[in-house]
């Protein structure tokens, strides 16, 4: 059964296909390429349609829509009778070849199975930021799928697939290429509304000294809290409108505004933007339980920057202005929820930590966010771009003091380079403890030399060292077989010894082990003659050659082929016993008998990585 997608052409169709809704990074002079990687997936492939229909208008392009795992495949039919297929790929770092395979194996599969029906002449990775140089190697030349093909369809389709699919995998090969996130800057940079379109065009949010930042933030608080007001009648009239608008005459600086239901009528009464300070009521707590309760709100609020609610015993409104007369009384207060007014906006920044006046650790990329702001009290956090998780600040202005708070990161979810960075910048953090923030914009400092004098409890130093130890094993081995293995989920001491014997080959060439047993197939005839040699020399060294495979974390590793040594060599089973076996299954006409053989200890040279000066 073929799987039907919608087809979707042209820019209206492709823009309703996204909705409204633009993440709209900042763009800054300082970068080489437009922020690709803090697009959504759904924005990038769009992006990348209506960049092709600006540049061909009078080709026919369209692409095919979501479906399962697999995203927009965009089919571009040229005028000289060819036909492309774009595939978009985004990510934090270069696309790895697992990546890419995995791709490439989803395209023939669909293209076999006619998901896509056309069989295109060429295919284009659109890939951000770009391809890692095995990636590339696989794309460029057609031998290096031809070797893995079959493996690879196995892994992607994890059940057994026809001989058809596989043929149709080895013999068709669309010319395959790729198109870099420079080369798609470079493109769209001719097309300036485009970019307007989804990037805060090379525009960053004007920084200040934090002080003077806090200070407007609490002046804006104070201009624009908004309170809903609910008249008792539950029918408001036409005349309602009226006296909002008297009341807004008699209250300059003052807003009125009302929403409706079925059930009743709620007035908004906000600050007008250009009306500076205007007071028009005062919040008093008694001196009771529950006004006592009500202060320490406030104080959150004030101090802290926090958002709060107060009940209607725990406060009393003393209005400063003349009210619309609805109704007699002509409101009643209910709950009220205040509402620090912090800016919602993030500053792309460079985040150093410091060890004296010395940078050692550094997230080129991320974002700067205040969460909230008080007199006494500061939020802010260090979030996306380059930076794994989330960095949580809370500084006290009197105390002098910082507690910082590291979230929202797995070290089994993101590839071992980034979360070997991601330790690294814990590690730094723990051990040093000040950090800056600098603006991208201008090297402005948003904040200097803060000292996380105060970690919450996931800052587990042992357990930080640990992983990171295992990491630089799981990267040499990444590397020495051109894998991407992630960090397990559940560590274990037998994976850990694993990965130890494995590290030990690619580095000296060579793993020693303690005693062991060992069987070896012979024909009887070849057991009688190594029987007899053992008698005759008693224990002595068996060398070995075989081709050695471990695996890892669910992983196959060939380690190609294997000198094995053993040292101290003796039999199991008895001599006499051995022989009489041996004899007998050589005058009953058996191919094969094992000897069971001892070993004190044994020597694995693995010829791939060995050199005698390793010894």
């Not at 708070?405 to 071992?416: A, D, E």
């Amino acid at each position: 059964m073929i799987e039907v997608r919608a087809k979707i052409s042209g820019k209206e169709n492709a823009r309703a296909d996204l909705g409204e809704a633009r993440s709209k990074p900042a763009w800054l002079k300082n970068q080489h390429f437009l922020p690709f990687q803090m697009l959504s997936p759904d924005e990038f492939e769009i992006f990348c349609y209506l960049l092709l229909l600006r540049e061909n208008p009078q080709d026919n392009i369209y692409y095919y829509g979501k479906t399962g795992d697999a995203g927009r495949d965009i089919v571009w039919h040229k005028d000289d009778g060819s036909i492309e297929l774009i595939q978009c790929k985004r990510y934090q770092i270069n696309v790895s070849i697992n990546e890419i395979r995995t791709e490439i194996a989803k395209l023939y599969v669909n293209c076999h199975k006619q998901v896509i029906p056309e069989k295109p002449t060429s295919v284009v990775f659109y890939v951000v930021p770009d391809l890692t140089a095995p990636a590339q190697d696989l794309i460029l030349h057609a031998v290096k799928w031809l070797e893995i093909a079959e493996d690879v369809l196995k892994s992607y389709l994890k059940k057994q697939f026809s001989r058809e699919l596989l043929e149709f995998a080895l013999t068709w090969r669309p010319a395959l290429s790729r198109q870099t996130a420079i080369e798609l800057t470079e493109r769209a940079k001719k097309h300036q509304t485009l970019i307007e379109e989804f990037f805060g065009y090379q525009k960053v949010i004007d920084t200040t000294v934090l002080d003077q930042f806090r200070h407007e933030v609490l002046e804006e608080f104070r201009k624009t809290q908004a309170l809903l007001l609910q008249p008792k009648s539950p029918n408001a009239s036409v005349a309602l409108q009226s006296l909002l608008v008297k009341a807004e005459e008699e209250n300059l600086g003052l807003s009125f505004s009302i929403s409706q239901t079925s059930q009743s009528s709620t007035v908004i009464l906000t600050a007008k933007p250009s009306a500076g300070a205007v007071q028009f009521a005062s919040l008093v707590f008694s001196d009771t339980e529950s006004g006592s309760r009500g202060l320490e709100k406030f104080r959150l609020l004030t101090e802290e920057g926090r958002l709060i609610e107060l009940e209607p015993d725990e406060y009393n409104w003393q209005w400063k202005m003349r009210l619309p007369e609805i109704g007699s009384p002509p409101f009643r207060l209910t709950t009220l929820k205040l509402i620090p007014n912090v800016p919602e906006y993030q500053i792309p920044c460079r985040v150093e930590v410091l060890q004296g006046n010395e940078v050692i650790c550094t997230v080129p990329f991320t974002y700067f966010r205040i969460l909230r702001i008080g007199t006494k009290e500061i939020e802010f956090c260090i979030i996306g771009g380059q930076l794994q998780g989330e960095l949580s600040f809370v500084s006290s202005f009197e105390r002098n003091n910082t507690l910082l708070t590291y979230k929202g990161f797995s070290l089994c979810s993101i590839p071992v380079k980034q979360a070997k960075s991601a330790i690294e910048l814990m590690l730094a953090l723990h051990t040093h403890g000040k950090l800056r923030v600098i603006s991208l914009k201008d090297e402005d400092v948003l904040i200097k030399d803060v000292e996380a004098n105060e970690k919450s409890s996931n800052f587990a130093k042992e357990e930080f060292e640990n992983a990171f130890r295992f990491l630089e094993k799981l990267d040499k081995v990444n590397q020495a077989f051109n894998l991407n293995i992630l960090y397990p989920e559940d560590m274990s001491a037998e994976i850990e010894e694993q990965a130890d014997v494995i590290v030990n080959a690619i580095e000296k060439g060579k793993v020693e082990h303690t005693e062991g047993t060992v069987s070896l197939f012979y024909t009887p005839k070849q057991a009688l003659e190594v029987l007899e040699s053992f008698e005759s020399n008693g224990n002595f060294e068996l060398t070995l050659t075989a081709e050695t495979q471990y695996s890892l974390l669910d992983q196959k590793l060939d380690m190609g082929e294997t000198e094995v040594t053993l040292i101290g060599v003796s039999l199991i089973e008895n001599a006499e016993l051995s022989r009489a076996t041996f004899t007998e299954a050589q005058n009953s006409g058996l191919e094969k008998v094992d000897i069971r053989l001892r070993y004190s200890g044994s020597i694995e040279k693995y010829c791939r990585w060995f050199k005698e000066d390793n010894q």
